[in-house]
């Protein structure tokens, strides 16, 4: 089985760094309880039933890694915002300091309090007029050193939500780096014990795995796209088949199953969000008997995977590494639920 270098995710994302965190160590938790040993040593039977397993909880930890470097990408935008914001309220700050400053400044070269060097106007109209003028000062020093506190009161806050962005963004990667390393070893292991197969093991394999069950499409009321959206989804789902599953990449090169998904339906001017989970609850949700084609359909309890419905009981996806985007059986797996985008 290839394995192939992952591409980097395009920017997308938000939601709840907390969430993906638990994601991430959940699916660490997982993946380490995978038993060691040398592939020679498994049965041929028990290394196919294996590389499967392997696949599928390398395929919960991809969702969860793209989780959480969606995440970060979304901190990434929000710290630099904030950079933004911070820059020009302290350009604000200063504005205002030296406004302030340079009446201050000029009361104190008077020498005297201008107030009471009104009191020696002679003219009473002339010192009514500067009377005036001087409680227009006043008012206008008060404003402006009302804003300056509040101005210091905003960019403080903006600098402490900065900090906790940047702990956050740094936590996020921390995380993903991590849970790169574990899903790069996991497909290797599945690869090696692919590779202890016999050609005509290898080719058992492939007629038997979750994605050769021909004999088994169920009968659906098929109809036409539900949108014209849909419709250009499918289209360009179709026009990635036979490229490579790359985990963690959304395109054009390759895709792994949400990525595929995100991609195929920003061809059609919608966005979805990255994960097969948060794909799950992207539009209303229809029975599998009234699938119709661009429909997204999503695997086991844990959505773990996500395809495409192209009709005729078949769906377009990118199933695993080593197997291209293709089209398999709508119930290759046990079917979560059915989104109608």
Known sequence: MGFHRRLAPSSGFDRGSTVAAGLLTAAATVLGAVPAGSAAAAPHGEARAE????????????EAYNKATERAGLLRDRVRDLQDRIARQQQRVNDLRQTLG????????????PSLALLFSRDPADYLDRATALDRISTHQAGELKDLRQALREISQERAEAARALAELDRNREAAATHKRTVERKLARARRLLNSLSPSEREAYDRTSRSRRDGLLPVLDDGPAASARAAAAVAAARSALGRPYVWGANGPSGFDCSGLMQWAYAQAGVHLPRTSQEQRNAGRHVPLSQARPG???VYRSDAGHVAMYV???RVIHAPHPGAPVRYDPVNMMPVSSVTRV
């Open 51 to 62: 590389v499967d397993r392997l696949h599928q909880e390398a395929e919960t930890a991809t």
């Open 102 to 113: 340079a009446v201050a400044g000029a009361q104190y070269r008077s020498g005297i309090d």
């Open 295 to 297: 429909d997204l359909v």
């Open 311 to 313: 009709g005729g009981g």
